[in-house]
């Protein structure tokens, strides 16, 4: 059984840094997976921030993303990060993280970030940032 676990959120300042971290465990489908940050600010839709494949550390972020937001793992921990860095009060918002076997979403597809909230099974509950400015 799959299990994705955030932690990380708060309450920040704008201009301070945040680590999300998603812990997972239970993947049996696939050696490697790819693994994805999603955000939903309030009366928003849920939008895709970055995603990572984890047989080789591929990464994409989407434009919104590019800069301020690393997204890395810990294969010894099978924990997966989002660092933001100068945070803004748009970046406020519930930060999901999800994944799907890597036999399904290819390192290209998830590299190349053409998947979308449908591309992946697996789910976390999510974590809540707030930046206040």
């Known amino acids: 059984q799959v299990q994705l676990v955030e932690s990380g959120g708060g309450s920040v300042q704008a201009g301070g840094s945040l680590r999300l971290s998603c812990a997972a465990s239970?993947?049996?489908?696939?050696?490697?997976?790819?693994m994805a940050w999603f955000r939903q600010a309030p009366g928003k839709e849920r939008e895709g921030v970055a995603s990572?494949?984890?047989?080789?550390?591929?990464?994409y972020y989407r434009d919104s993303a590019k800069g301020r937001f690393t997204i890395s793992q810990d294969k010894s921990k099978n924990t997966l990060y989002l660092e933001i860095d100068s945070v803004k009060p748009e970046d406020s918002g519930v930060y999901t993280c999800?994944?799907?076997?890597?036999?399904?979403?290819?390192?290209?597809?998830?590299?190349?970030?053409?998947?979308?909230?449908?591309?992946?099974?697996?789910w976390g509950q999510g974590t809540q940032v707030t930046v206040s400015s």
């Open positions: 239970g993947f049996t489908d696939s050696p490697y997976y790819c």
């Open positions: 990572l494949y984890t047989g080789g550390d591929r990464t």
């Open positions: 999800a994944a799907e076997p890597g036999n399904v979403v290819g390192p290209t597809y998830c590299g190349g970030g053409y998947w979308g909230d449908s591309d992946f099974r697996y």
